[in-house]
């Protein structure tokens, strides 16, 4: 019941809950982007949805214009941006279109799709998410098959308002520690393309970490 229908139902209420103490965030936010890094203030990417469709991704932009590696289009303003997660307010507005859920896996550039394996590809599912499994795990200090292993366990098992609250709350605890705003060594996350090789295998799922998939789980 909550997968057909309720999941839906508590994302459209939660977002336009959320949108309420969100936006005074969300302006200030804008402006100070405007004021650091000029127009454009959002940033749009296609990423791939739910059964493979494409959306337009909305954040708030946190890199310089320009070409060049993200460590070098970096300010402190967009690295804070980004720990803070404030930069990804924007994407309460793709939940609200049904593109996107407030828990699920994050969404990935289509150009990845073809990098999944077989499991990993059950991912897409579910609607992708402003938080998951993977982030409440540890963001993007995560190795990228430990993080599609998590997203696949997320999308294979059984969905419940229960668990759902319980990573709502897990991805806070880890956001507000600051925990896996970029990967080692990098401003952002290295690309999957730069890093999955040819019939490379998911990692399995830590026992601590399936204990905190399966909370919640009727």
Not at 28 to 54: E, I, K, N, W
């Given at each position: 019941?909550?997968e057909?229908c309720g999941?839906r ?5 939660g977002?336009?809950v959320l949108l ?8 200030l ?6 004021a650091v890094l000029?127009?454009?203030?959002l940033?749009r990417?296609?990423?791939?949805g739910?059964?493979?469709r494409?959306?337009?991704?909305l ?5 310089r214009e320009?070409?060049?590696?993200d460590a070098?289009?970096m300010t402190?303003f ?12 924007p994407?309460?507005l793709?939940?609200l279109r049904g ?8 969404p ?5 799709d ?5 499991a990993?590809a ?5 609607r992708p998410g ?5 982030q ?5 200090a995560?190795?990228?098959n430990?993080?599609l292993?998590l997203d696949?366990?997320?999308a294979?098992?059984?969905?419940s308002l229960g668990r759902d609250l319980?990573?709502?709350l897990l991805?806070?605890?880890v956001?507000?520690r ?5 990967a ?6 290295r690309?999957?393309?730069a890093?999955r ?9 830590a026992?601590r970490?399936r204990i905190?998939?399966?909370r919640?789980?009727?």
């Amino acid at each position: 019941m909550y997968e057909r229908c309720g999941k839906r139902a508590c994302d459209i209420l939660g977002a336009a809950v959320l949108l309420i103490p969100a936006a005074p965030l969300l302006v200030l936010a804008a402006l100070g982007v405007l004021a650091v890094l000029g127009r454009p203030v959002l940033f749009r990417q296609v990423r791939t949805g739910r059964d493979g469709r494409p959306f337009v991704l909305l954040k708030l932009r946190s890199l310089r214009e320009g070409a060049g590696e993200d460590a070098a289009r970096m300010t402190r303003f967009g690295r804070a941006l980004r720990a803070s997660a404030l930069d990804e307010l924007p994407q309460l507005l793709n939940v609200l279109r049904g593109e996107m859920s407030l828990v699920g896996p994050r969404p990935l550039p289509p150009d990845y799709d073809a990098l999944y394996t077989p499991a990993e590809a059950a991912r897409l599912r579910v609607r992708p998410g402003l938080c998951g499994l993977a982030q409440a795990a540890g963001r993007n200090a995560l190795p990228w098959n430990t993080r599609l292993a998590l997203d696949a366990h997320y999308a294979r098992t059984r969905q419940s308002l229960g668990r759902d609250l319980g990573l709502i709350l897990l991805c806070a605890w880890v956001l507000l520690r600051g925990i896996g705003a970029s990967a080692p060594d990098c401003a952002t996350m290295r690309p999957l393309t730069a890093e999955r090789g040819p019939g490379a295998q998911p990692v399995q799922v830590a026992p601590r970490l399936r204990i905190v998939a399966e909370r919640g789980r009727d």
